[in-house]
Nanobody
Framework: VQLQASGGGLVQPGGSLRLSCAASGFTLDDYAIGWVRQAPEKEREGVSY????????YYADSVKGRFTVSRDNAKNTVYLQMNSLKPEDTAVYYC????????????????WGQGTLVTVSS
C-alpha cells in the first residue's frame, strides 16, 4: 500500500507542470487527497485538496486560479495541474490521502507520497 508522487522538475516562471499522485493497494477515490508543499525555511503549506469522490475541491489563496486538482479513477491517480508558475512555488510537493478531509487540513494522513521537487527558475 503506497502513494507515489511524481512529475516535478525545473520550469521557467510562467510555465506549467502536472504532478501525479498514484496509489497502489487501495482505491484512491475512497479517500480525500491533499497536496502539501514544503519550501526551504518556510512553513509547510496545504496547497490543494480534493474530497472523497470528487465532492469538492479547495485551494490555497496563493495558488487559486493557477492550480487545478483532479482525479482519474481509472488510473487510481490524482493530478495537480500547475500553470503560471512563480519562483515562490518552488518547493517539495507531497500528496497525502485520508478518509477524512479535515485530517488532511491538519497535515495528518493515512498515506503520504515521498515528495517531488518543483523548481521554478529562469
Amino acid at each position: 500500500v503506497q502513494l507515489q508522487a511524481s512529475g516535478g522538475g525545473l520550469v521557467q516562471p510562467g510555465g506549467s507542470l502536472r504532478l501525479s499522485c498514484a496509489a497502489s493497494g487501495f482505491t484512491l477515490d475512497d479517500y480525500a487527497i491533499g497536496w502539501v508543499r514544503q519550501a526551504p525555511e518556510k512553513e509547510r503549506e496545504g496547497v490543494s485538496y480534493i474530497a472523497n469522490s470528487s465532492s469538492g475541491t479547495y485551494y490555497a489563496d496563493s495558488v487559486k486560479g493557477r492550480f487545478t486538482v483532479s482525479r482519474d479513477n481509472a488510473k487510481n491517480t490524482v493530478y495537480l495541474q500547475m500553470n503560471s508558475l512563480k519562483p515562490e512555488d518552488t518547493a517539495v510537493y507531497y500528496c497525502a490521502a485520508d478518509r477524512l478531509l479535515s485530517r488532511l487540513w491538519r497535515f495528518h494522513g493515512d498515506y503520504w507520497g515521498q515528495g517531488t521537487l518543483v523548481t521554478v527558475s529562469s
